[in-house]
């Protein structure tokens, strides 16, 4: 059984989510198109399916070809792609603070 991260289980698992979630993650880092649906979990010809709206609300932007692939990274200067991270940054902020109450009462148990 595959763990669903805080961002999934948050926002929902559709495809573009789901694409979201692995680009949030690996936020520092471009991929291919087969790359991006690999590690998200999702088919290439489903990602194929949201890549127009992807590039059309400039989540992604393309940074460089690498013989005949083209890699794309997040768009960390979109001013909604900043909140998702924030959004993300949040969520592993308080699963974080969760954790450690409970390790506290772990301890002193």
Same mark, same amino acid.
């Given at each position: 059984?595959? %763990?669903?991260?805080?961002?999934?289980?948050?926002? #929902?698992? $559709?495809?573009?989510? +789901? =694409?979201? @979630?692995? /680009?949030?993650?690996?936020?520092?880092?471009?991929?291919?198109? %087969?790359?991006?649906?690999?590690?998200?979990?999702? #088919?290439? $010809?489903?990602?194929? +399916? =949201?890549? @127009?709206? /992807?590039?059309?609300?400039?989540?992604?932007?393309?940074?460089?070809?690498?013989?005949?692939?083209?890699?794309?990274?997040?768009?960390?200067?979109?001013?909604?792609?900043?909140?998702?991270?924030?959004?993300?940054?949040?969520?592993?902020?308080?699963?974080?603070?969760?954790?450690?109450?409970?390790?506290?009462?772990?301890?002193?148990?």
């Amino acid at each position: 059984m595959e %763990t669903k991260s805080l961002f999934i289980e948050f926002m #929902g698992e $559709s495809p573009t989510i +789901r =694409v979201l @979630d692995y /680009l949030l993650t690996e936020r520092d880092l471009d991929f291919s198109i %087969t790359d991006m649906a690999k590690n998200a979990g999702i #088919g290439r $010809s489903t990602l194929y +399916r =949201v890549w @127009d709206d /992807l590039v059309k609300n400039k989540i992604i932007t393309p940074t460089r070809v690498i013989g005949r692939a083209k890699l794309y990274k997040l768009n960390k200067n979109n001013i909604k792609i900043k909140k998702l991270i924030e959004i993300d940054d949040a969520l592993i902020l308080e699963d974080l603070k969760k954790r450690s109450e409970k390790q506290k009462i772990k301890v002193t148990a």
